[in-house]
Nanobody, 125 residues
Framework: QVQLVESGGGLVQAGGSLRLSCVASEPTFSNYIMAWFRQAPGKDREFVAAINWGGGSTWYTDSVKGRFTISRVNAKNTLYLQMNSLQSEDTAVYYC??????????????????WGQGTQVTVSS
């Protein structure tokens, strides 16, 4: 089975930046659709961004457009999320997810086969 390990979370002031990383154990990482989700305390896990196998197509939830950038380096089995202009509303545990294929749409949690343990991002006002 695929193992995903996130890193890069931490405490940052509003307006600051962080870059999250997700390293996959799967040697066929390049064939997976990858995504980031986040979950704040007491709230449902929500879609943040996704990227296709070749990195040529990306999708973002409206609240992060223009601020976050998802990317991948397949040779390193690594997914990234560059987060700029962070706001307190971005505070959450961020999760990396992988899908072999999509049967519905990229925003659904149940589309993804593998999940990381999450990394905490806290944005102070």
């Amino acid at each position: 089975q695929v193992q995903l390990v996130e890193s890069g979370g931490g405490l940052v002031q509003a307006g600051g930046s962080l870059r999250l990383s997700c390293v996959a154990s799967e040697p066929t990482f390049s064939n997976y659709i990858m995504a980031w989700f986040r979950q704040a305390p007491g709230k449902d896990r929500e879609f943040v961004a996704a990227i296709n196998w070749g990195g040529g197509s990306t999708w973002y939830t409206d609240s992060v457009k223009g601020r976050f950038t998802i990317s991948r380096v397949n040779a390193k089995n690594t997914l990234y999320l560059q987060m700029n202009s962070l706001q307190s509303e971005d505070t959450a545990v961020y999760y990396c997810a992988a899908a072999r294929r999509l049967t519905s749409n990229y925003r659904r949690r149940d589309e993804y086969d593998y999940w990381g343990q999450g990394t905490q991002v806290t944005v102070s006002s």
